[in-house]
C-alpha cells in the first residue's frame, strides 16, 4: 500500500485515483474547483463514466479514497503525486502548461519529505524536466524528489475498464527509486510494463495519439474515394483491418474525430515538433481531412434538403463519442453551428451529453431520439449510441416531415434504410 494524492480530479483524475484506491492504496484526491469536491464528498461524482460512481463510493466508504481541495493537505499526507490537471490548446496550437507548472510549484512549496512527482497529463516532451527544474527552484529547502512521466491510456466511456485492463503501462523515469515505486504501484494490475527515460515516455503518448488520429484521417479519405466510385468503405475497412500489421480498430469512417485529446495533442505534437526544429507536415494533413470532414457533413445535408435556411434538422448524438458526456471539441458543435450559419433550425437528443451541451449550442433539446425526429425535414446522425442502432426507424420515418436521413456514422444499412423509404446518405458508402 502506498499513499498517492492525484492532482486535478477530472476526467483522468478521478478514474486514477478511485482505481489506485480499489487497488489498495490510500488516495487523496484534490482538485481546485471546489463545487466537483463537494459533490464528490456527497458520494456523486461530476461526470459520465459507467462504473465509476459505484468505485468512488466503494472505496470512499472503505477509506482508501478522500477528496480534498488543500493541496497542501495532499502532499502532507502523500509520498506520491500524480499531476493529472489539463493541459488545454493554447490559439497557436501548444499546450497550455500553466496548470501544471502551478502545480509544481505547490508542490516545491508544501513538501516537506521525499516525494515522487509523477506526470500523468499530456505533455509535450521536456515538460519532466522543467517540472523537476521548477521543483528545484522552489525548495526552500534540499528535500530529495523524483520526477517522472506516467501517460494515460484511458478512453471516455470504458475508463474504468481499460484502466484495470491496460494493452501496457509506461514509466518514464530517471532514477531506480523512482521505477521501483511506480512498479509497486501498478503490481496489481498484472500488465506489461515498458520502463524508458522520462522524454521518450512523453513522446510516446503524443505520437501515440496522433498515430490513432491519422488512421481515422486515412480511412476518412479512402471513404472519400468509395463514394465516388460505388465502393463500401465499411468493407474496404474490413479487408485492411483484417491484416494485422493494420488492425481493425480506429478504421471507421466517419464525421471526424473531437474530444478533448485527439485534436489538442495531435496539435501540441506539431508544435513541439516545429520547436523542435522538424517540420510534422503528415500531421498538417491529418488535422486538414478532420476539418474537411466536418465540412462534408453539413455538405451531405445541405445536398439532400437544397436550401438549409428555415428547415428543421433533427440531430442524433452531440458528445464527441457514445458513453459520454464529454462535449470538448465534438464535431457536432461545428456542424451545428454551421447548420444554423445557414439558416436551418436545430432540434437535438444526446442520451447524456445535453446539459453539457446546453451552454455551447443554442439549440432545440428533445427528450428522446423520436421527438428529434418530430417534424424534422432530415435526420442526422453525429454520435453512435447503440440506442440510435436499435430505433424503430419505421415510427422514425413517419415522424419525419421527409423521410431523410444523413448517417454520420454508417450505423444502419443503407439498403435496409432504403427499402423502409428513406432517401439515405452515409460516409464512403452509395
Ligand atoms: P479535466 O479538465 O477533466 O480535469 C482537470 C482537472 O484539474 C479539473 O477538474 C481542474 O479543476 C483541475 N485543476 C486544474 N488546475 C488545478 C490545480 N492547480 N489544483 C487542483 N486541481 C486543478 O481534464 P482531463 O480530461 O482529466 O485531462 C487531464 C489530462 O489528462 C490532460 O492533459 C489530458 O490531455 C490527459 N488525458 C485525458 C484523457 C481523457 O480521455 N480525458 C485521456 C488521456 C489523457
Redesign the pocket.
Known amino acids: 500500500m502506498r499513499t498517492i494524492c492525484v492532482?486535478?480530479?477530472?476526467?483522468?483524475?478521478l478514474v486514477t485515483g478511485a482505481c489506485l484506491s480499489e487497488m489498495g492504496h490510500r488516495v487523496i484526491c484534490?482538485?481546485?474547483?471546489k463545487s466537483?469536491i463537494d459533490l464528490l464528498k456527497k458520494g456523486r461524482i461530476p461526470i459520465y463514466e459507467p462504473g465509476l460512481e459505484e468505485l468512488v463510493r466503494k472505496n470512499n466508504r472503505e477509506k482508501r479514497l478522500s477528496f480534498s481541495t488543500s493541496?497542501k493537505e495532499g502532499i502532507n499526507k502523500s509520498e506520491i503525486i500524480f499531476i493529472?490537471?489539463?493541459?488545454p490548446p493554447r490559439p497557436d496550437g501548444s499546450a497550455d502548461l500553466s496548470?501544471v507548472e502551478?502545480?509544481a510549484r505547490e508542490i516545491a512549496y508544501n513538501m516537506r519529505s521525499y516525494k515522487l512527482i509523477v506526470d500523468?497529463?499530456?505533455v509535450p516532451v521536456e515538460t519532466g524536466t522543467w517540472v523537476a527544474i521548477t521543483v528545484k527552484r522552489n525548495l526552500k529547502k534540499n528535500i530529495p524528489f523524483d520526477v517522472a512521466s506516467n501517460p494515460?491510456?484511458?478512453?471516455?466511456g470504458s475508463a474504468v475498464h481499460d484502466t484495470f485492463n491496460p494493452d501496457r503501462i509506461i514509466i518514464g523515469v530517471e532514477s531506480a527509486r523512482a521505477e521501483s515505486i511506480l512498479r509497486e504501484i501498478y503490481k496489481p494490475l498484472k500488465a506489461p510494463v515498458i520502463v524508458t527515460d522520462m522524454k521518450s515516455a512523453e513522446i510516446i503518448k503524443h505520437a501515440s495519439n496522433s498515430f490513432l488520429a491519422m488512421k481515422i484521417s486515412f480511412i476518412n479519405a479512402v471513404g472519400n474515394i468509395c463514394e465516388r466510385t460505388g465502393a463500401d468503405v465499411t468493407k474496404v475497412a474490413e479487408g485492411m483491418g483484417t491484416d494485422k500489421r493494420i488492425g481493425k480498430t480506429f478504421l471507421n469512417a466517419g464525421i471526424g474525430f473531437g474530444g478533448?485529446?485527439f485534436p489538442k495533442?495531435l496539435e501540441a505534437f506539431m508544435w513541439i515538433s516545429k520547436k523542435l526544429g522538424y517540420e510534422f507536415n503528415l500531421l498538417n494533413e491529418v488535422k486538414a481531412i478532420n476539418e474537411q470532414q466536418k465540412k462534408l457533413m453539413v455538405k451531405k445535408i445541405e445536398d439532400s434538403l437544397w436550401i438549409l435556411k428555415n428547415k428543421t434538422v433533427g440531430v442524433l448524438g452531440l458528445s464527441f463519442k457514445p458513453n459520454t458526456d464529454d462535449m470538448r471539441f465534438a464535431p457536432s458543435i461545428d456542424i451545428i453551428e454551421a447548420l444554423q450559419a445557414h439558416g436551418a433550425k436545430v432540434q437535438a437528443y444526446d442520451p447524456v451529453a445535453m446539459e453539457k451541451a446546453k451552454p455551447l449550442l443554442k439549440i432545440k433539446y428533445c427528450a428522446n431520439a423520436y421527438a428529434a425526429a418530430k417534424g424534422a425535414d432530415c435526420l442526422v446522425i453525429l454520435t453512435e449510441w447503440d440506442e440510435f442502432r436499435k430505433l424503430d426507424l419505421v415510427k422514425v420515418k413517419k415522424l419525419l416531415k421527409t423521410p431523410i436521413l444523413v448517417d454520420g456514422r454508417n450505423i444502419y444499412d443503407p439498403r435496409q434504410a432504403e427499402k423502409l423509404g428513406f432517401t439515405y446518405k452515409s460516409i464512403g458508402r452509395n
Open positions: 492532482v486535478g480530479t477530472g476526467y483522468v483524475g484534490i482538485d481546485n474547483d466537483k493541496i493529472a490537471v489539463g493541459t496548470f502551478n502545480v500523468k497529463s499530456t494515460e491510456f484511458l478512453r471516455e478533448f485529446c495533442d
